[in-house]
């Protein structure tokens, strides 16, 4: 049995968010999920992130996220860590979304604080503390995520009564927050960019792990443009960066509830996914942020 610091020794570099792949009537889309997996997996992702904000995940029935960890889980045989995102406002319902990630084979997991109504600290701490106890598994906490931050001192509390907690992941607009999780933890939370348009500069701050929607179809990439800086080789960062990422991430990352179809289309595009349908809530992209995207596929070298 592995302890607790050899499964959070096994977490680094980056780790791809997935998107949800689904058929037209809204249901999983099981071909398509393993393809994915496979192709990410194959261009040298370091780990999977399943069913954050990309997945789709606060349109997804319970039933219908235990079917995609399940089916990510078999998909990657042990290749690379695979997290699960538990988020729900309802402590019992991620407590219970965890266990069933331990179960199937997860590596770790993934939360934001309860997001249905404002809460203060103390019911930030209790949520989060409450999922993290509900399993062995080391735990990722999301800074930013749903509009809630995580301060420091917060952060801290957490650090103090829950030895599961691994890391932060940052998606807040402020880069620099990333030098000051380890000091003020310690040195008990790696720091982790989280936000597609500024996971270099969080990088560059000194993350040790980034997670990345981008990395649906720019795996080999964002992996390189980790280890490079990894290495202190700034300028080949920084080339893939400008010349791949940003310029990707510039007509993608726009809007939250658009982005992910926006994944989808390059993904169905370049063959690795069957459809580009998302759940009903998410807003479909139009004829010319389709255009656009193709365009910028084009120029980058994808198609």
């Not at 977490?11 to 393993?34: Q, Y």
């Not at 699960?84 to 993934?110: Q, R, T």
């Not at 792990?209 to 920084?238: H, K």
């Not at 996914?273 to 596929?297: Q, S």
Request: charged letters at 20%; aromatic letters at 8%.
């Amino acid at each position: 049995m592995e302890t607790l610091q050899e499964k959070k020794a096994k977490l680094f570099g980056n780790h791809v968010l997935t998107i949800t792949p689904m058929k037209p009537d809204g249901s999983i889309d099981e071909a398509s999920t393993r393809s994915l997996v496979d192709f990410v997996i194959d261009k040298g992702v370091h780990g999977i992130l399943t069913l954050g904000s990309t997945g789709e995940v606060f349109a997804m029935t319970e039933a219908e996220r235990k079917q995609f960890v399940e089916i990510v889980v078999d998909q990657t045989a042990g290749r690379v860590p695979v997290g699960v995102g538990v988020n729900d406002s309802a402590s019992d319902v991620s407590s219970l979304l965890a266990k069933h990630a331990e179960s199937v084979g997860a590596d770790y997991i993934f939360t934001t604080g309860p997001y249905y109504h404002p809460h203060g600290a103390e019911g930030i701490f209790r949520h989060i503390k409450y999922i993290g106890n509900a399993t062995d598994l080391p735990l990722m906490v999301y800074d930013g995520g749903a509009g809630i931050e995580i301060s420091l001192p917060l952060l801290k509390k957490l650090a103090d009564h829950l030895p599961t907690l691994h890391c932060a992941k940052l998606f807040l607009p402020y880069p620099a927050k990333i030098a000051m999780y380890e000091g003020a933890t310690d040195g008990r939370v790696q720091a982790w960019a989280g936000h597609d348009q500024m996971n270099y500069l969080m990088l560059r701050y000194g993350a040790k792990g980034m997670t990345s929607a981008a990395s649906c179809v720019l795996p080999r990439e964002q992996s390189d443009m980790f280890e490079f800086l990894q290495q202190g080789n700034v300028e080949s960062a920084r080339k893939i960066f400008h010349d791949k990422v940003a310029p990707l991430n510039a007509i993608a990352f726009a809007n939250v509830l658009q982005y992910p179809q926006c994944y989808k289309r390059a993904l169905k595009w370049m063959g690795v996914i069957e459809h580009d349908d998302c759940k009903v809530v998410m807003e479909p992209i139009d004829d010319i942020r389709t255009e656009e995207l193709r365009a910028v596929m084009e120029i980058i070298g994808l198609l």
